[in-house]
Structure formats: structure tokens, C-alpha cells
């Protein structure tokens, strides 16, 4: 019986391991995170951290799920979209509502302290993060990390590689010739429509 239970949950922890790696390390890693960066050097934001810090915490609260709910619901219907054939409106999406994710850890790193201090908002946090802590221990997170860190060195090499084969320079020779080509088929071409 534990075998069987093991070979039933197993494809369930690469699906959740996959998920888990590409959220954090193209999404988050690539993405959100950047944003966020951007995001704290605005003007704006800095003088809106002055307002939340003195926000009451449950409107704090409110805003916070608020957000945190669209989110997470705007990545469900782009991932229903995606399924349905609807991939351009499921990825625009999707698109959509990083920033705004950004935005909403943003906030909840500003005002943890407040957001804690609701006795179930603490559990449900501290939660996810042993949810979080248990995947990142499992062996197939760990070997799948190990894979993906060698296809994307693997890919960032490769890149390297073929970057090396067109120089920024337009002088170029590769770029010269694509030129001068350009130029003897367009003068082809308006030469044959004048005759």
C-alpha cells in the first residue's frame, strides 16, 4: 500500500516541484523581483510606504487580501485561458499581473509586522513557509533544481555563443553584406516595376 501511495503522490510532487521552480526562478527570480526593485525607487512609492506604515491594520488587511486574492485569481484564469486555446490572452494576462504581484509583496514587506499580528494570517503564513521549507527538502526539488541550473547555464552559454556569431557592431561583415543585399534586391525589385 505505501508503494502504491508513493507512485500515486510521486507525479504529484514533480507537478508541484515544476510549478515551484519555474514560479521562483523565471518568474520571480526574472521578473518580479526586478519590478519590485523599480517599484521601492519610486518617488511615489516611498511616500506611499509613509501613508501604509500609518494605516490601520485591518483596512491593511483588506487591502493586502484584496490584492493578494486578485492575483492569484488573475494567474488561475491565465492558466484556464492557456488550457482553453486562448494562449496570447492567458499569457497577456499573466503578464498583467506581475507587476502587481510585485506590488503586493511589496506591501506585504512594508507592513508584515501589522499583517502578522492577526493570529491567523501569522498561522497561515508560518504554513506556507514549512510547506515551502518541506518541498525545497524533498529530493526531487533538489535534483530538479540541479537540472534546471544546468539548462540554463547550458542555455546562457549557448546565447553567449550565438551572440558571438553577430557583433553589435554593424560594421560588421556579416552585417555590411545582409546590407548591401537588401539594397541590390530592393533596386531589382523597383527596377522590374518600372519596366
Known amino acids: 500500500m505505501k508503494k502504491?501511495?508513493?507512485r500515486?503522490?510521486?507525479?504529484?510532487?514533480?507537478?508541484?516541484?515544476?510549478?515551484?521552480?519555474v514560479f521562483e526562478e523565471l518568474i520571480w527570480e526574472g521578473i518580479a523581483i526586478p519590478?519590485?526593485?523599480?517599484?521601492?525607487?519610486?518617488?511615489?512609492?516611498?511616500?506611499?510606504e509613509i501613508v501604509i506604515r500609518r494605516m490601520n491594520r485591518y483596512l491593511l488587511l483588506v487591502l493586502f487580501v484584496g490584492l493578494f486574492v486578485s492575483v492569484e485569481l488573475a494567474g488561475i484564469t491565465a492558466?484556464?485561458?492557456i488550457v482553453q486555446g486562448m494562449g496570447l490572452l492567458g499569457v497577456l494576462l499573466y503578464?498583467?499581473?506581475?507587476?502587481?504581484?510585485?506590488f503586493t509583496f511589496w506591501l506585504f514587506r512594508i507592513s508584515r509586522d501589522k499583517l502578522l499580528s492577526?493570529?491567523?494570517?501569522?498561522?497561515a503564513y508560518f504554513k506556507l513557509l514549512a510547506f515551502l521549507d518541506w518541498l525545497k527538502s524533498r529530493r526531487i526539488y533538489?535534483?530538479?533544481?540541479?537540472?534546471?541550473?544546468?539548462?540554463?547555464?547550458?542555455?546562457?552559454?549557448?546565447?553567449k555563443d550565438l551572440r558571438k556569431l553577430f557583433p553589435k557592431r554593424e560594421k560588421s561583415g556579416f552585417f555590411r553584406r545582409l546590407r548591401i543585399l537588401y539594397r541590390r534586391i530592393r533596386e531589382h525589385l523597383r527596377h522590374n516595376r518600372l519596366q
Open 8 to 21: 500515486l503522490t510521486l507525479p504529484i510532487q514533480y507537478f508541484l516541484v515544476f510549478l515551484f521552480i
Open 95 to 102: 503578464g498583467l499581473k506581475i507587476p502587481i504581484a510585485a
Open 79 to 81: 492558466g484556464v485561458l
Open 118 to 123: 492577526f493570529s491567523w494570517f501569522r498561522w
Open 4 to 6: 502504491f501511495l508513493h
Open 142 to 159: 533538489r535534483n530538479s533544481m540541479q537540472l534546471f541550473r544546468k539548462l540554463k547555464e547550458n542555455l546562457q552559454n549557448f546565447w
Open 35 to 48: 519590478i519590485g526593485t523599480y517599484l521601492q525607487s519610486l518617488r511615489l512609492l516611498q511616500k506611499l
